[in-house]
């Protein structure tokens, strides 16, 4: 269906008739898709085809420069009827992308109750729970029976994130028990809530940092999680498919920073050339910098290199090796620390790993170097020993610096994938050819 509705949006002749008719076959997520690559024209010729029903929900699906669009194309009053049917959260995520005066449109044309909450949930703190929460919720008395609980979600339920887990609280809203969709319709009509619900509860506070969140609801597999300010007062919830994004945007933002590369926020196609050269120049120019340490090291050894320049054939086999086993390393802790699999207090255990793991692969990969160079380079024992010496040490250095320096950074309170692959190569570079050095100096008594 949605190539179908390409194929009409994409013909000199839009056939209405066509259009309208396939419209309410479809996905609302797909028809968002459509929207991407559509002139302005037709973007907002396709929206006003929607119906009243569907208009917010495929407005929440549509990337921002098209919402900006069809927003700018509403009259004030159309403007207000999709953000007032928008979920909170989903209002919120479309206001922060907006620029200012489309902002101060928007928010004269909502109604003051959600004018509120929006406002409300805009003064979190960027990446927290309460910044990505929504308000719209059922909530059950725990003194209520199950026949009152239906009738009560019968009623608000059609305007709420979710109604397959609603959260009993007291008068005063403190939360005290979470009860299933399930739970209810097994349970008899006139039991009361609060002798059915779960008060084994998994919260979270407004303040808790999003990648927490994320953790939580992986976890404990769960498809809503409720919000809680200090004194455990139920404000929003959570739900599923805002973690979702969530672990997109945080998986994200760790790739990038291990590829040395400042966050970006935008999708890649729509950053500009100069923004895209900014995230990158500032990192590439620190290691640049930080690389001059390798050539002063090999300056440092002039005199020998001058008596033995064989060895610096070496040189690459070495720094790659010893960057390509930091990387390994630091890839897998890193990992580890995101899924919650390495704690802090592993770290003594996750050191001692891995020097096992480097002492067999310094071993093996020292062994077949040995009978390379000893074969290739006039069966020269002494500088096949030296280099492969060499290799052990540094796989050893490399992946206790490639495991340690995550774990360092974390307890630091430093993003851990700021230590990843650019960064231990350029440390790990100049610890190898340290060692290289000395353990050539010292061989030929150079």
Known sequence: MKEQLLLLMDNGQIDMARLKALLPQMNTADIADVFEGLSREKIIQLYRMLSKSMAADVFSYIDADEQQIIIEALTDSEIGEIVNSLFADDAVDF???????????????????????????????EDSAGSIMTTEYVDLREDATVREAFDAIRETGLNRETIYTCYVIRRDRMLVGVVSAKTLMLAKPDERIGDIMDTKLVF???????????????????????????????????TVDDIVNVIEEENTEDFEKMGALAPSDEPYLKTSILKLASNRIVWLLVLMLSATITGSIISGFEEALAVLPVLVAFIPMLMDTGGNAGTQASTLVIRGMALGE?????????????????????????????????????????LSLTVTLSLFATVLTAKSVGCILPMFAKRLKVDPAIMAAPLITTIVDGASLVIYFSIAKAAFNI
């Open 204 to 238: 979270t506070q407004t303040t808790d940092d999003q990648e927490k969140v994320a953790g939580m609801f992986r976890k404990y597999g769960l498809l809503a999680m409720p919000v809680v300010d200090t004194e455990q007062r139920l404000v929003g919830i959570i």
């Open 95 to 125: 206001i922060e992308e907006m620029p200012a005066n489309v902002v101060k449109r928007v928010l004269q044309n909502v109604n003051p109750e959600k004018r509120t909450v929006i406002n409300q949930l805009l003064r979190y703190p």
């Open 342 to 382: 390495i704690r802090l207090k592993d770290m003594l255990r996750v050191f001692w790993k891995e020097i096992r793991i480097a002492a067999l692969c310094g071993i093996a990969l020292s062994s077949i170097n040995f009978i390379r160079i000893y074969l290739m380079n006039g069966r020269n024992a002494a």
